[in-house]
């Protein structure tokens, strides 16, 4: 899987409170209309710039907070194909996956990226680009069962094809 879009940068410990406030999480179920705050918090503006395809870069401890599945499907729902950070909180980390949504881990990548580059990330071969800045990382990839997640879309999905 090649995932390939621009960047946008966010900082450390960036909570799932912050990923999408819980006065919206609570009012709906609708994931599209929750996708329309993603990140409200953190920058007003920030959901109805993303697009379908770009990557968030980001610091340490993303996605600490509570374990609802909530904020990685809003992410994923808002466009965002992968996110790129230096660390994870563990239950944000599985909730992702669960959603077919990519969370790779690279040391200090944060460091190397700037708002609009362009992101290339390798899921197969575990090479994250900026191409814009020509550098690449390298990181271990998913085995082989967590990539056929992926490939369908997270793990309800992957249950689902199991059937057939």
Known sequence: ?????????????????????????FRTGDFKELAKHVFEDLDPTLASKISKGDIIIAGRNFGMGSSREHAP????????????????????????????????????INKYFKEGDIAAVDLEKGIVKNETTGIEFK???????????????GLAAYRKSLKK
């Open 1 to 25: 899987m090649n995932l390939r879009g621009r960047v946008w940068v966010l900082g450390d410990h960036i909570n799932t409170d912050a990923i999408i406030p819980a006065k919206y999480k």
């Open 73 to 108: 499907r809003v992410i994923k729902e808002a466009g965002i194909s992968v996110i790129v950070a230096c660390s994870f909180a563990r239950i944000f980390f599985r909730n992702a996956i669960n959603v077919g949504l990519p969370v790779i881990e690279v040391k200090g």
């Open 139 to 153: 990181f271990s990839p998913y085995p082989s069962f967590i990539m056929n997640v992926m490939r369908v879309g």
